[in-house]
């Protein structure tokens, strides 16, 4: 890869490479991040490694003109990918690639080297448990030497990668997710509580994500019913779908709160359900940034989460959220019931929430950050 300064008069020509452009916490990144990098100076395109679009990428492709394009992973070590991605860098004149997890950032490379364009690296979360590589261990010494920029998605991350991917820390830069804020509708609030049947002197807690183990939402459930208990007026919501519905819906039934949970299945609108939610509750085992937990803060949500991954670098305990223990639903329940008997404190928590948020998580934050970025890779 060339290290000769690229012209920054021009717009850079960004192309990012991903799995797909379907729903879920990279993705949205990537939306945020092209919608809001400074126009005029960087020209986006995307590229699918796994064969599909998704939604997200559909609607950059008709709201905003964003090209979208799509090659086809085979399974094992597929050079002929390689080749393509190199086609289509040099056939766009693409001055930066940028991948986004690691198996992109690893096609990426190898069709990027020797073409003269920057190469930029995001790790946008782990695998839960997370392991070694050993056989990773001289290819990616050799990447992360070759890739211009490393980018982590929090301080948990780059330690992740430092440990388990044998990246050296100094060259990693954190930065964290940023999301376009969302607004609190009274109106919009009413019309989902409503339609779900909820009174306006219930309590309401809820969830959005996918129903997927590492969410860890058996410890979710139990400690609302360990809520229930002492709180009867209360709801849970759980907006998103997964392979682990039926035996959530299951547990919820087995716990004797089956009328008290919401299972709203997917929603490709969640803000409507998540602006009716009192507080937001996240137990994952693991998180990078979670971009729900962002959209929570931005609408002034008091969220109890689990002190795991990036968590704790967006929740400061006792001052914009509660942190509690993985796999402690007794925790989490007592969090729950603090919150139910201090109004003003569960107010405090919540209007400090979405300060927090404008000042270090906003999309227009992120793009700045990442354009910082790009202009260093592109002055060497």
Not at 110 to 135: A, N, Q
Not at 286 to 302: D, F, Q, R, W
């Amino acid at each position: 890869m060339s290290n000769q300064p690229i012209d920054n008069q021009q717009a850079q020509r960004i192309l990012h490479i991903t799995f797909n452009m379907g729903f879920g916490g990279t993705e949205q990144v990537i939306r945020q991040l092209v919608m809001h990098l400074p126009k005029g100076q960087f020209n986006n395109e995307v590229l699918c490694i796994d064969g599909e679009v998704g939604e997200i990428g559909q609607r950059l492709e008709a709201e905003q003109g964003i090209t979208i394009h799509t090659l086809t992973r085979q399974p094992g070590l597929d050079w002929r990918l390689a080749l393509n991605i190199r086609r289509h860098i040099k056939q766009g004149g693409f001055t930066i690639v940028h991948c986004h997890q690691y198996t992109p950032w690893f096609y990426g490379w190898l069709g990027s080297f020797g073409t003269g364009t920057r190469l930029v690296f995001t790790e946008h979360g782990r695998f839960h448990p997370d392991r070694h590589r050993y056989k990773a261990w001289l290819i990616n010494k050799l990447m992360g030497k070759t890739t211009h920029a490393l980018v982590a998605i929090s301080k948990a991350t780059r330690e992740a990668l430092v440990e388990f991917e044998f990246l050296p820390s100094s060259q990693i830069e954190v930065i964290y997710n940023g999301i376009e804020p969302f607004t609190h509708d009274f109106g919009r609030v009413g019309k989902v509580r409503s339609g779900l049947g909820i009174t306006g002197e219930e309590l309401v807690f809820g969830t959005v994500s996918r129903l997927d183990p590492v969410k860890n939402q058996r410890m979710m459930l139990k400690a609302f019913s360990l809520f229930c208990a002492q709180h009867g007026n209360c709801r849970l919501l759980m907006v998103g779908d997964g392979p682990d519905r039926t035996m959530l819906e299951d547990y919820a039934r087995n716990l004797g709160i089956e009328d008290k949970t919401v299972f709203t299945g997917f929603q490709s609108n969640p803000v409507d359900y998540l602006d009716a939610m009192d507080i937001f509750l996240l137990s994952s085992h693991t998180e990078g940034t979670s971009m729900t937990l962002l959209e929570a803060m931005s609408l002034g949500k008091p969220c109890i989460v689990t002190q795991v991954g990036g968590n704790p670098e967006l929740v400061q305990g006792e001052i914009n959220g509660l942190l509690v223990p993985t796999n402690d639903p007794a925790a989490m329940s007592a969090a729950m019931v603090r919150l139910a008997d201090d109004t003003a404190f569960k107010n405090q928590l919540g209007e400090h929430a979405n300060t927090m948020f404008h000042r270090k998580f906003s999309a227009t934050k992120m793009a700045g950050r990442y354009a910082g970025c790009y202009r260093h890779v592109t002055s060497r």
